[in-house]
């Protein structure tokens, strides 16, 4: 699940100041399960922009805006809409967001900030685990990122600023460090535990338009 | 064993002051009967270039050996080998690397944190690598750590022969692990932060037939120590081969105490 979290309103009403006739697009998916764009949220900033004055043409909650499979089937339910209105305000991810602007051309306002992927404990709380590195290293390091875990994305072991069991930048947190150490012993990695990652290579990770 | 003074580089005063206060530091070791300095590690952190000062400080202190220490947070390998190449040009040879104190925790709050590459690697670059030609042509294979490539035909680029040190935490047996690592990298000197070995690993460390150092803030000095003295037994007791003390701030520079 890709995880968002809401924008300030006032930066979402700023953002729509020049634009009168407004639509509502929310994301059925991950930005439903994270409370930021499923229905109860599209109607939530619907009644928050009426409030500005604004002139809401639709509102619509797509089961996943990002694919435009999806959201060329859905759109068609709000063609007429989509024709008088200024702007759309999006409660999806980024994806989503340029998705939507790609096939209407039309403006789009975010009404969220993208995080990263994460896991789904119960619907309010989620941890990161995942930061789409592109190089995924979980066979070797017992099954946790600690590019994503350790706040200094090391690959090699902790750094020198640990307690003995605490982050030295998330005190609340564990050293990721200690439990991939943990892990490995538990599996009889030992050639895991020996072994010295080169580092990342940031040259895969320029964007390339399509896979 | 030594006590060595790890200074940052100057922020806001001016560097002239800077050596000026460090000159007097220096002359009043001499006094001291149980502190020797003849090393220094100036560390690079946000103030004046560190390794600039590493060179003026080297210049009128022949017989002092600098040392320049530097983290990973800072500068990506681009920066990092231009580094080594400045060092290796000056004649500076005396290195610690560590990965540093993350960006939430400095006066910079939101800064953009590199750690593009870690200790471990970086020591593997180091140790391994004879030319900045080597370094580069690995780098564009992407094989940093398969050093195999002897390139020593300019001699003017060889930058091989650091004496590196490196910092790390002693307290668990992840520590240990890397550790082994460094070791195997090729790593010359451990700075060891404070009294946490609790894993034997100086007792290791000193087996591999390598230094090792302890590294303590001068704020612990009267607190979690009584005195210098009482932290320098200490480390004479675990047989470490020097203390470092860091300099937070020249008003309250224990050094200038003794």
């Given at each position: 699940m890709f995880l968002t979290t809401r924008k300030d309103i006032k930066e979402i009403i700023d953002a729509a100041e020049k634009y009168q006739n407004i639509g509502i697009v929310g994301c059925a998916s991950c930005?439903?399960?994270?409370l930021t764009g499923g229905s109860a949220q599209v109607g939530e900033m619907a009644q928050a922009l009426k409030k500005e004055g604004k002139n809401i043409t639709f509102t619509i909650s797509i089961d996943e805006p990002c694919d435009m499979r999806v959201l060329k089937e859905d759109i068609r339910f709000i063609e007429d809409n989509l024709e008088h209105t200024d702007a759309i305000v999006v409660l999806s991810c980024g994806t989503g967001v340029q998705t939507i602007?790609?096939?209407?051309?039309?403006?789009?306002?975010?009404?969220?900030?993208?995080?990263?992927?994460?896991?789904?404990?119960?619907?309010g709380e989620y941890s990161p685990l995942c930061r789409?590195?592109?190089?995924?290293?979980?066979?070797?390091?017992?099954?946790?990122?600690?590019?994503t875990l350790c706040p200094k994305g090391l690959l090699n072991g902790p750094c020198e600023g640990h307690n003995g069991i605490k982050c030295e930048v998330?005190?609340?947190?564990?050293?990721?460090?200690?439990t991939s150490y943990a892990n490995m012993k538990n599996f009889g990695e030992e050639e895991n535990i020996a072994r010295i990652f080169s580092p990342r290579d940031y040259s895969i990770k320029i964007i390339k338009k399509n896979i | 064993?030594?006590?060595?003074?790890?200074?940052?580089?100057?922020?806001?005063?001016?560097?002239?002051?800077?050596?000026?206060?460090?000159?007097?530091?220096?002359?009043?070791?001499?006094?001291?009967?149980?502190?020797?300095?003849?090393n220094i590690i100036i560390e690079q952190n946000f103030g004046f270039n560190a390794i600039l000062l590493c060179k003026l400080i080297s210049d009128e202190n022949p017989d002092t050996a600098i040392t320049y220490s530097?983290?990973?947070?800072?500068?990506?390998?681009?920066?990092?080998?231009?580094?080594?190449?400045?060092?290796?040009?000056?004649?500076?040879?005396?290195?610690?690397?560590?990965?540093?104190?993350h960006p939430v925790k400095t006066v910079f709050h939101s800064a953009k944190p590199v750690y593009d590459i870690d200790v471990i690697a970086l020591s593997s670059i180091i140790k391994k690598s004879k030319s900045i030609n080597h370094l580069i042509e690995n780098n564009s294979n992407n094989d940093l750590l398969d050093n195999n490539v002897v390139n020593t035909e300019d001699a003017a680029y060889n930058i091989g022969n650091f004496n590196l040190g490196v910092k790390i935490a002693a307290s668990t047996p992840a520590d240990m692990v890397k550790i082994k690592k460094l070791i195997a990298v090729g790593a010359d000197n451990f700075i060891i932060n404070s009294f946490t070995d609790n894993i034997g690993a100086i007792e290791y460390i000193k087996k591999e037939h390598k230094n090792v150092f302890i590294h303590i803030n001068?704020?612990?000095?009267?607190?979690?120590?009584?005195?210098?003295?009482?932290a320098y037994a200490k480390a004479l007791n675990l047989k470490a081969d020097g203390l470092i003390i860091k300099i937070v701030s020249p008003k309250i520079n224990i050094l200038k105490k003794l």
């Open positions: 930005a439903s399960i994270c602007s790609g096939l209407t051309k039309k403006k789009v306002i975010t009404g969220t900030n993208s995080k990263y992927i994460a896991k789904t404990e119960h619907i789409g590195c592109d190089e995924c290293r979980l066979n070797f390091t017992g099954g946790v990122c600690t590019i998330d005190e609340e947190a564990n050293c990721i460090f200690m | 064993m030594n006590i060595i003074p790890e200074i940052e580089s100057p922020l806001s005063e001016n560097y002239i002051d800077f050596l000026k206060e460090l000159k007097i530091l220096l002359n009043g070791f001499s006094r001291n009967r149980t502190i020797d300095i003849k530097v983290n990973m947070r800072d500068k990506n390998r681009i920066a990092l080998f231009s580094d080594l190449i400045t060092l290796n040009q000056l004649g500076l040879k005396n290195i610690i690397i560590s990965e540093g104190l001068e704020l612990e000095i009267g607190k979690t120590f009584n005195s210098l003295d009482e």
